[in-house]
């Protein structure tokens, strides 16, 4: 009977254990306060956007339906999942060249094994799937691309070296999981997808290579730079590159907005190309400069990313709202 108890005991402390681990990795590594406003935008937008292009008319009753707050619900709680094992695939396919850069990153420091993050993923994996199962064939399908693709990034595409020393090639090609996310999110709720959702899919790429950008855009003072694209690229290369990518984000932005703003878009290239060589410029010959253009265009990332996920929630509020 003692034994019994103190097995229980044992395993209870263990347990106990574990969370506190976990419960350290997901504050440091995936922080909830951080992560979810943004999955929570990022999901409104495109249900909202998928509600609109589906539905020719306007049923408000939907809502109170139970079957489709339970679809909504699932879809939701399966996205963050997603999010979350990727973050622990990050983790454990970095953990190398985080023991040279990021000393004090959870796996590095032995809070949590590989092994255990790696079991973690396979548990969240399967439960995304589990109740997936609860909704239709083609959700889990479509769920199950979204977890292959992850699967390849966390191999990275079985090219590992050749693969990270082309950084750009390496972003464009983790960012096609922003398309499929919401290509499921259609799926989970809908049962299909429209040729107009696709296309505010595809620009979920062009918003997730503005953030890595934006994130990685570092300068030789700051932690990380060694894995920055300035370090790689240049500033000039970095800043051409990002704001490239920024145009495009720019011209969805307007289409959405109206297709008659598009006639403002030249114009609108001409003022950032503008800044963006005068900045690049003068960085090569001001330190303090390059600190403010890569705030400032990292700054513009940011807002870029939230104003299209705000004007197509708006738009598609809008939409839904005026339908009759």
């Known amino acids: 009977m003692d034994n019994n108890n103190n097995l229980k005991k044992s395993f209870n402390n263990s347990f106990r254990e574990h969370l506190k681990k976990w419960g350290i990795f997901i504050n440091e590594r995936f922080p909830l306060n951080e992560h979810l406003p943004f999955i929570i935008i990022f999901f409104l937008a495109c249900f909202l956007f998928a509600f609109k292009s589906i539905y020719q008319h306007t049923n408000l009753s939907h809502f109170y339906n139970f079957n489709f707050l339970f679809n909504l619900v699932i879809s939701f709680l399966t996205v963050v999942l997603v999010f979350f094992h990727l973050r622990i695939f990050d983790e454990i396919k970095d953990y190398q060249t985080d023991k040279l850069i990021h000393p004090n990153r959870?796996?590095?420091?032995?809070?949590?094994?590989?092994?255990?993050?790696?079991?973690?993923?396979?548990?969240?994996?399967?439960?995304?799937?589990?109740?997936?199962?609860?909704?239709?064939?083609?959700?889990?399908?479509?769920?199950?691309?979204?977890?292959?693709?992850?699967?390849?990034?966390?191999?990275?595409?079985?090219?590992?070296?050749?693969?990270?020393?082309?950084?750009v090639l390496y972003a464009f090609l983790h960012?096609?999981?922003?398309?499929?996310?919401?290509?499921?999110?259609?799926?989970?709720?809908?049962?299909?997808?429209?040729?107009?959702?696709?296309?505010?899919?595809?620009?979920?790429w062009v918003v997730s290579n503005i953030f890595e950008f934006s994130r990685k855009m570092l300068l030789p003072n700051q932690e990380g730079f060694q894995d920055s694209y300035i370090n790689n690229l240049g500033y000039t290369k970095t800043l051409i590159l990002h704001y490239s990518i920024i145009f495009i984000l720019i011209f969805f932005l307007l289409y959405l907005i109206s297709p008659v703003l598009i006639n403002l878009f030249s114009f609108s290239i001409l003022i950032i190309s503008y800044f963006t060589i005068l900045f690049s410029f003068l960085s090569k010959k001001n330190v303090s400069i390059n600190h403010k253009v890569i705030k400032i265009s990292k700054n513009i990332g940011y807002l870029l990313i939230f104003l299209f996920y705000l004007v197509t929630i708006l738009v598609s509020l809008t939409g839904i709202l005026l339908k009759k």
């Open 175 to 204: 960012a096609v999981i922003m398309i499929l996310i919401p290509i499921y999110i259609s799926f989970a709720n809908f049962y299909q997808i429209k040729f107009d959702y696709f296309i505010f899919a595809a620009f979920n």
């Open 106 to 167: 959870p796996l590095v420091r032995g809070l949590i094994t590989i092994n255990q993050a790696k079991n973690l993923a396979i548990l969240v994996i399967f439960f995304e799937l589990f109740i997936n199962l609860f909704l239709n064939f083609k959700t889990v399908f479509i769920l199950s691309i979204v977890i292959f693709y992850s699967f390849l990034m966390y191999k990275e595409f079985f090219l590992r070296e050749w693969l990270r020393k082309k950084m």
